[in-house]
């Protein structure tokens, strides 16, 4: 339902390298019938943003903003979000955390009064389309809300005094709800004011509202206070924030680490149904962290989570059935999966369906597919995938020969420490591939593999220097 007219349900804004996942949304939206604007080829020229995405924004219903590390540095991005927030209600701006990156401050206080969703927590394919399709009020998902405020009006014989009692009565669900992250709570005449701070607030206040607090305590980094603010409403049975309460018990944030109560919690959340606490809780089991491994127990959570279309959960599978781990070995299965979450852009997966194209395990052997994944992978900064698309240009397997791509794919790689990348790029500088030859550059970076134990680096370095050795011993010593 890409077009070129304005006037859409959903204008997703996103960084170019997000396409992976916004391709994933955008084939959720064609399958629901929700239309959209997308700009794929950027602003040609002569088209100025007030041409085109100003008026986009200004006339969809909904921005969807792909929040991430990506689109926080693009300024395209940033633009459109402040055209946005200037221009539209806060309840038609859905900004949907796709990493773990924190929002910068400039951003976080734009956006202060917006709920966000995050993709551990809405899949692509499961809870995400929900929440767009509730707050573009469409009949069956946000029918409920229109209920709410019409209700109590139909009702014209009760006192002034009786009025309030069903609108107070309906906000109830809303409250205990836990997956309706944009619900809204109507405070009662006699709320105290919160109070400032993060402490935490003497009278009581919304679930959400607290989880929205120890959100904005974890993003300015104050851990403790983001913890009790957690606690507080996983206690109240907020599923996710029962999910962020596993977090930071299994990784010691605000808190002693413990595996044991990581554990707990993430059972909680995914008995509610949350895909990434049951993914989480599919990690314990598998790796025995905070329960005695169990890998039928690790394969039945990542297949609950899989069957909501969770894409680490469908990536998990995927090696239960590669590896046989809990389940019957299946390479065709374990491709299947593989390609669900690859088609939702998570890059582990991406890489996994890239090596079974290229082994030919569970599908055809196929060199074109495998580079076309590997390729999605390394553009998403997974070392690895760089590393075997930096093979695949130097051997010219599945895409033309190219040493100066290959070296372009093995310093990226290089450059966030894998030995494996260093040892390949030390090897081109030595011989010349795609570079111009320079044995000190390659030194170097043998050197840095071969502190990492890279016993291949290490011989290398032994061979260049003992080189260097008998060239020095040819020039004081000539025949």
């Known amino acids: 339902?890409?077009?070129?007219?304005?006037?859409?349900?959903?204008?997703?804004?996103?960084?170019?390298?997000?396409?992976?996942?916004?391709?994933?949304?955008?084939?959720?939206?064609?399958?629901?019938?929700?239309?959209?604007?997308?700009?794929?080829?950027?602003?040609?020229?002569?088209?100025?943003?007030?041409?085109?995405?100003?008026?986009?924004?200004?006339?969809?219903?909904?921005?969807?903003?792909?929040?991430?590390?990506?689109?926080?540095?693009?300024?395209?991005?940033?633009?459109?979000?402040?055209?946005?927030?200037?221009?539209?209600?806060?309840?038609?701006?859905?900004?949907?955390?796709?990493?773990?990156?924190?929002?910068?401050?400039?951003?976080?206080f734009q956006l202060?009064?917006?709920?966000?969703?995050?993709?551990?927590?809405?899949?692509?394919?499961?809870?995400l389309p929900k929440h767009i399709l509730k707050l573009l009020g469409v009949k069956g998902e946000g029918k409920a809300e229109t209920q709410v405020e019409q209700k109590p009006a139909q009702d014209k014989t009760k006192p002034a005094q009786d009025k309030t009692k069903p609108a107070q009565e309906k906000t109830k669900p809303a409250q205990d709800n836990t997956k309706a992250?944009?619900?809204k709570t109507i405070p009662s005449k006699s709320k105290k004011k919160p109070a400032q701070g993060n402490a935490m607030p003497a009278s009581p206040i919304s679930v959400p509202a607290i989880v929205s607090k120890a959100r904005e305590c974890y993003r300015q980094r104050d851990f403790t206070q983001a913890f009790a603010f957690f606690s507080k409403a996983a206690e109240k049975g907020h599923v996710g924030a029962q999910n962020y309460l596993g977090d930071c018990y299994f990784n010691g944030i605000g808190v002693r680490r413990n595996h044991a109560k990581a554990v707990k919690w993430y059972r909680l959340a995914a008995e509610q149904g949350l895909a990434a606490?049951?993914?989480?809780?599919?990690?314990?089991?598998?790796?025995?962290?905070?329960?005695?491994?169990?890998?039928?127990?690790?394969?039945?959570?990542?297949?609950?989570?899989?069957?909501?279309?969770?894409?680490?959960?469908?990536?998990?599978?995927?090696?239960?059935?590669?590896g046989?781990?809990?389940?019957?070995?299946?390479?065709?299965?374990?491709?299947?999966?593989?390609?669900?979450?690859?088609?939702?852009?998570?890059?582990?997966?991406?890489?996994?369906?890239?090596?079974?194209?290229?082994?030919?395990?569970?599908?055809?052997q196929l060199d074109i597919e495998a580079a076309r994944w590997y390729a999605q992978a390394a553009r998403q900064g997974l070392a690895v995938a760089q590393i075997a698309l930096g093979f695949c240009f130097m051997n010219g397997r599945g895409?033309?020969?190219?040493?100066?791509?290959?070296?372009?794919?093995?310093?990226?790689?290089?450059?966030?420490?894998?030995?494996?990348?260093?040892?390949?790029?030390?090897?081109?500088?030595?011989?010349?591939?795609?570079?111009?030859?320079?044995k000190t550059v390659a030194e170097r970076w043998?050197?840095?593999?071969a502190n990492q134990g890279d016993l291949a680096a290490q011989q290398a370095l032994q061979d260049l220097n003992k080189g260097l050795v008998n060239k020095v011993k040819n020039w004081l010593n000539p025949s």
């Open 399 to 438: 895409v033309p020969r190219n040493e100066a791509e290959a070296v372009k794919w093995f310093r990226l790689a290089a450059q966030q420490g894998f030995a494996v990348a260093q040892r390949c790029l030390g090897d081109c500088y030595r011989h010349g591939h795609g570079v111009r030859q320079n």
């Open 277 to 322: 606490a049951q993914d989480h809780l599919g990690n314990r089991y598998f790796n025995g962290q905070g329960v005695p491994t169990n890998k039928v127990e690790a394969a039945r959570w990542y297949a609950q989570a899989a069957e909501q279309g969770y894409a680490k959960g469908q990536n998990h599978l995927g090696d239960c059935h590669m």
């Open 1 to 108: 339902m890409e077009s070129k007219d304005y006037n859409k349900d959903v204008f997703i804004s996103y960084s170019r390298k997000d396409t992976a996942v916004a391709d994933a949304i955008c084939r959720m939206l064609d399958a629901r019938g929700i239309s959209y604007f997308i700009d794929r080829k950027g602003i040609s020229g002569g088209q100025k943003f007030t041409n085109v995405l100003a008026k986009a924004i200004v006339e969809c219903k909904l921005i969807l903003f792909l929040a991430s590390k990506n689109s926080y540095s693009s300024k395209y991005t940033n633009k459109e979000i402040s055209f946005a927030i200037r221009k539209k209600p806060s309840d038609a701006i859905l900004p949907y955390l796709i990493d773990d990156a924190p929002m910068p401050d400039e951003l976080l």
């Open 181 to 183: 992250i944009h619900a």
């Open 112 to 127: 202060a009064d917006i709920n966000h969703l995050t993709l551990a927590e809405h899949p692509i394919e499961s809870t």
């Open 324 to 364: 046989g781990h809990g389940v019957a070995k299946n390479y065709t299965l374990a491709a299947r999966y593989y390609l669900m979450a690859a088609n939702q852009g998570l890059a582990e997966a991406q890489y996994n369906l890239a090596n079974c194209y290229s082994q030919g395990t569970g599908v055809p």
């Open 446 to 449: 043998y050197a840095r593999a």
